[in-house]
């Protein structure tokens, strides 16, 4: 079955550190796959997404996600960190689901930043 | 301003009485679809919808109604509420439902079902 796993819950980072927060997928087909934020009290925003070519996105807000066909990994980094930062993120993958398309979101992960 | 509206944003209710939450979007997006977002769980699908009058089930659609007869709105309706549906609900729409298009947002509805 279609599934997207973020295997942390919560990470704590310094400002300035670097990130990288993890999303695995199990998808059989080409997968297109999303990394969303969500801001306290607000709704979601995309980051970046991949549907084909260069394995390395760029989006917006200073994030990047490398896909990884072979560890079915689409890890979202960002070099330093800023406070504003702190949100929960989602990944997820767009996957066909008894004939229908559907949006598949991950458990999702904390992100608090430490002064 | 492009955006996906709901309303209300908050809303305590109690078991069984009926309710509706409100979902519209200005970008003249064919497609609409609700989440419902519980810790640990990520976000669900309910329903979703394709077009005007197009409607179909998501991952989780017990419980709620969905109508679509204006291209820009999209309820969400509990016809009997019950405490199980106490959650954190989002609309989102996009141009079409394929592979490649970008879902927006609404800002999401908090549902308490005492």
């Known amino acids: 079955a279609q599934s997207v796993t973020q295997p942390d819950i919560h990470i704590t980072v310094s400002e300035g550190a670097s990130l990288e927060l993890r999303c695995n997928y199990s998808?059989?087909?080409?997968?297109?796959l999303f990394w969303y934020v969500q801001s306290p009290g607000q709704g979601l925003q995309l980051l970046l997404k991949?549907?084909?070519?260069?394995?390395l996105v760029q989006g917006i807000k200073g994030f990047e996600a490398e896909f990884k066909r072979s560890q079915s990994s689409f890890n979202l980094r960002k070099p330093s960190v800023h406070w504003s930062d702190a949100a929960d993120y989602f990944c997820?993958?767009?996957?066909?689901?008894?004939?229908?398309?559907?949006?598949?979101f991950g458990q999702g992960t904390r992100l608090t930043i430490n002064p | 301003e492009a955006q996906v509206t709901q309303n209300p944003r908050y809303l305590i209710t109690v078991t069984g009485k009926k309710l509706t939450v409100t979902c519209s979007q200005n970008?003249?997006?064919?497609?609409m679809s609700w989440y419902r977002q519980d810790p640990g769980l990520g976000l669900r699908q309910i329903y979703y919808?394709?077009?005007?009058?197009?409607?179909d089930k998501g991952d989780v659609p017990e419980g709620y109604k969905v109508s679509r007869k204006e291209k820009r709105n999209f309820p969400l309706i509990l016809e009997s509420p019950s405490p199980n549906q106490t959650s954190l609900y989002f609309c989102?729409?996009?141009f079409g439902g394929g592979w490649q298009e970008t879902q927006y947002f609404g800002p999401g509805t908090r549902l308490l079902v005492l």
């Open positions: 989102a729409s996009s």
């Open positions: 998808y059989g087909a080409t997968p297109y």
């Open positions: 991949y549907f084909s070519g260069d394995t």
């Open positions: 997820a993958v767009r996957a066909e689901i008894q004939g229908a398309q559907k949006l598949v």
């Open positions: 970008m003249n997006h064919e497609y």
């Open positions: 919808s394709m077009n005007v009058e197009v409607t």
